[in-house]
């Protein structure tokens, strides 16, 4: 039996996102999953969020890769309460610092894979890796520090809820 | 006598980046200009750039930070061979690293002002900061190391022509 990916961005009902929000038609929505201790993204682009021609935009790059391990940080901080990302409270988080070493062009017309490792979870913050692939070799590596803007047993009203 | 704004990406033709290019009709067609030592962008954003309600979205603003950063470090490189921005040989600079801090929500519904200044120039290399403000108030600070991946006076037929 073929088991059906469980994406993370299915469990953030009303996210408005350009990166990650399945309720903006307009944005980038990308879909995030768990392989092993990975979090994986593929993500295919179109020709508007190129940087020049054929190859992928810097800025979409980090945006792919803020937006990926945003999501990665809540459903690292859910599976380290034992919980599953339909359960309560809901968190969100929001980007600390993000730094992109661009090692080579990234291909804007074949898949683009993220992959995403957990370093630390730390109270509100996650410390995370990411690297970027394209056409089977490396193109980018991340460092992001994610931070916990939202948990719903305690903020209410949050312009981040 | 008032004197028009002379834009980098004025002098950037057939450039279709998503960020920057003027040729590229669904871009966000950024526009940068020196003030003094510092290169400034002010960018009106779209709904759906937003991250949440009314806010920006963290990787359309590394964008903006980054096509800015790009373009002043062409600037700048011309203006340390005292030429102007429509003289040979034309360059091209892509990012090395990117490094964003966010320190509070960027609005999505005001202007947003870049400011950039120039740290270092060696060789191909153009290192630089860059603060966003936004309602008067900084909201993320970067530093950015800016490749020259372009030299029309000996890269001829390469992707970043």
């Known amino acids: 039996m073929i088991k059906e990916k469980d994406y993370f961005q299915d469990h953030m009902p009303g996210n408005v996102c350009f990166g990650c929000g399945r309720s903006n038609h307009d944005g980038l929505k990308i879909s995030s999953y768990w392989e092993g201790d990975e979090s994986v993204c593929i993500w295919e682009s179109q020709e508007k969020y190129q940087g020049w021609k054929g190859i992928l935009n810097g800025g ?3 945006t792919l890769i803020d937006c990926h391990t ?31 070493k661009y090692l ?12 995403a490792k957990i370093k630390e ?12 692939k394209s056409d089977g070799a490396i ?3 991340a460092e992001v520090i994610a931070i916990r803007v939202f948990d719903s047993s305690k903020d209410e009203g949050s312009i981040f809820g």
Do not use: F, H
């Open 60 to 62: 979409i790059l980090a």
């Open 121 to 132: 979870i730390k109270g509100r913050k996650v410390v995370m890796s990411c690297i970027a």
């Open 104 to 115: 080579k062009p990234t291909l804007n017309t074949k898949p683009i894979e993220l992959r």
């Open 139 to 141: 193109t980018a590596e």
């Open 70 to 100: 945003m999501c990665t940080a809540m459903a690292a901080a859910y599976q380290a309460e034992n919980r599953d990302l339909e359960s309560q409270p809901v968190y969100r988080y929001a980007t600390g610092t993000i730094s992109v």
